[in-house]
């Protein structure tokens, strides 16, 4: 989020800045820092008083990139200029960041954004992952609909086909036609489902989400399964659709409860579904100052391997018989609500964490 605009000594400007996650110096052509945010004074662990007047430079561990940065700063030799370098912390390991140099509209100063790899990365994760959901979402539109019409055609000609039919066994072969018709025709209309329900918006509160799903899966596992609750009851409640995140939320807990067959079978299966406030977020290319943070934890087996990468493709799914089409959907009902789906999982321990911006 780079800035081009305004003044270091501006309070507002100070102000923005330290409303970033993002770690920002602003720094003379000098190479002094003039003004340092609280985030890059967090992740430093050295106060903001120590970093400004004193040389950037002295804070990564290799100086001279940064040196070259701020000479073709000071020629105009680029707009922008990134690349990757390790800064020094006191007492802790160095951090490796992915460094932005660019001009601001203040003559003699550029602004300075140290952007940790971790973050870096998980931001071009979380981008793959709604570009990926975008283009899912164009491509089982159409397919769906280039399916529905000849289904339709195969369908009334099997019909047509078992009224002129006077033998028992040949009837059975139309039967088998249109019963397969009919099945795919379901398969149609559960891939088209998200797209044709109408969003409707009400004040929803997590907890009675989160309480309503408790009890189906409780009624659905009486025996052998735990869900836990950790909740923070100080989320306040937020415009959304309740019954698509009911949904959501089901789809995530059910696969959970499936996946734990067996520690169900023995009795020590477990299902946490944590709440927690999230401060000063990005995902979906933008920043967020307050978002919930749902996770769905189980001990069970852990996602195949094979699939850790597809996970929320439509029909991918880790078990036989399962559509594949929960996970998807609970992504794209998420979506909806300007938020995102994540997981991370090994064996033992699979965490799926929903993300959506709160007012």
């Given at each position: 989020?780079?800035?081009?605009?305004?003044t270091?000594?501006?309070?507002?400007?100070?102000q923005?800045?330290d409303l970033l996650?993002?770690?920002v110096?602003?720094v003379r052509?000098?190479?002094?820092?003039?003004f340092?945010n609280?985030?890059?004074e967090?992740?430093?662990?050295v106060s903001?008083?120590?970093?400004?007047g004193?040389?950037?430079?002295?804070?990564?561990?290799?100086t001279s990139?940064?040196?070259?940065?701020?000479?073709g700063?000071?020629?105009?030799a680029f707009?922008?200029?990134r690349y990757?370098a390790?800064?020094r912390?006191?007492?802790q390991?160095?951090l490796?960041v992915?460094v932005?140099?660019?001009?601001?509209d203040?003559?003699?100063?550029?602004?300075?954004?140290l952007?940790?790899?971790?973050?870096?990365?998980?931001?071009?994760r979380?981008?793959?992952?709604?570009?990926?959901?975008?283009?899912?979402?164009?491509?089982?539109r159409n397919?769906?609909?280039?399916i529905?019409?000849?289904?339709?055609g195969?369908?009334?000609?099997?019909?047509?086909?078992?009224?002129e039919?006077e033998s028992?066994?040949?009837?059975?072969?139309?039967?088998?036609?249109?019963h397969e018709?009919?099945r795919?025709?379901?398969l149609?209309?559960?891939l088209l489902?998200?797209?044709?329900?109408?969003?409707?918006?009400?004040?929803v509160n997590i907890?009675?989400?989160?309480e309503?799903v408790?009890s189906?899966?409780?009624?659905e596992?009486?025996k052998g399964?735990?869900v836990v609750?950790?909740?923070?009851?100080?989320?306040?409640e937020?415009?959304g659709d309740?019954?698509?995140?009911?949904?959501?939320?089901?789809?995530?807990?059910?696969?959970?409860?499936?996946?734990?067959?067996?520690?169900v079978?023995?009795g020590d299966?477990?299902?946490?579904?944590?709440s927690?406030?999230?401060?000063q977020?990005?995902?979906?290319?933008q920043?967020?100052?307050?978002?919930l943070?749902?996770?769905?934890?189980d001990?069970?087996?852990?996602?195949?391997q094979?699939?850790?990468?597809?996970?929320?493709?439509p029909?991918v799914?880790?078990?036989?018989g399962?559509?594949?089409?929960?996970?998807?959907?609970?992504?794209?009902?998420?979506?909806q609500?300007h938020?995102?789906?994540e997981?991370?999982s090994v064996?033992?321990?699979?965490?799926?964490k929903i993300?959506?911006?709160?007012?």
């Amino acid at each position: 989020m780079t800035a081009h605009s305004g003044t270091h000594t501006s309070p507002t400007y100070a102000q923005a800045f330290d409303l970033l996650a993002t770690l920002v110096a602003v720094v003379r052509i000098d190479g002094v820092v003039v003004f340092a945010n609280a985030a890059l004074e967090d992740v430093m662990g050295v106060s903001r008083r120590t970093i400004e007047g004193s040389p950037l430079a002295s804070y990564f561990t290799e100086t001279s990139s940064f040196v070259n940065a701020l000479q073709g700063a000071q020629t105009n030799a680029f707009a922008t200029m990134r690349y990757d370098a390790l800064i020094r912390r006191p007492l802790q390991e160095p951090l490796p960041v992915h460094v932005i140099v660019a001009p601001t509209d203040v003559m003699g100063e550029v602004l300075v954004e140290l952007l940790p790899l971790e973050q870096q990365t998980r931001q071009d994760r979380e981008e793959r992952l709604i570009d990926q959901a975008q283009a899912n979402k164009e491509l089982i539109r159409n397919l769906a609909h280039e399916i529905k019409n000849p289904l339709g055609g195969i369908r009334g000609a099997a019909q047509l086909l078992q009224m002129e039919i006077e033998s028992k066994d040949l009837i059975e072969y139309t039967q088998v036609i249109i019963h397969e018709a009919d099945r795919l025709q379901l398969l149609v209309d559960r891939l088209l489902a998200p797209h044709r329900r109408p969003h409707v918006v009400g004040d929803v509160n997590i907890h009675e989400v989160c309480e309503r799903v408790r009890s189906l899966i409780l009624a659905e596992f009486p025996k052998g399964l735990r869900v836990v609750r950790d909740y923070d009851t100080s989320i306040p409640e937020f415009r959304g659709d309740r019954e698509q995140l009911i949904q959501t939320v089901l789809n995530i807990v059910h696969n959970a409860a499936q996946a734990l067959a067996d520690r169900v079978l023995e009795g020590d299966a477990e299902i946490v579904l944590r709440s927690r406030i999230s401060r000063q977020v990005t995902f979906g290319k933008q920043r967020y100052r307050l978002a919930l943070e749902l996770h769905v934890i189980d001990n069970g087996p852990g996602i195949p391997q094979d699939i850790k990468d597809r996970l929320f493709f439509p029909l991918v799914s880790g078990r036989d018989g399962g559509s594949g089409l929960g996970l998807n959907l609970a992504q794209t009902f998420v979506q909806q609500h300007h938020g995102l789906i994540e997981c991370d999982s090994v064996p033992g321990r699979t965490d799926f964490k929903i993300l959506i911006p709160l007012p």
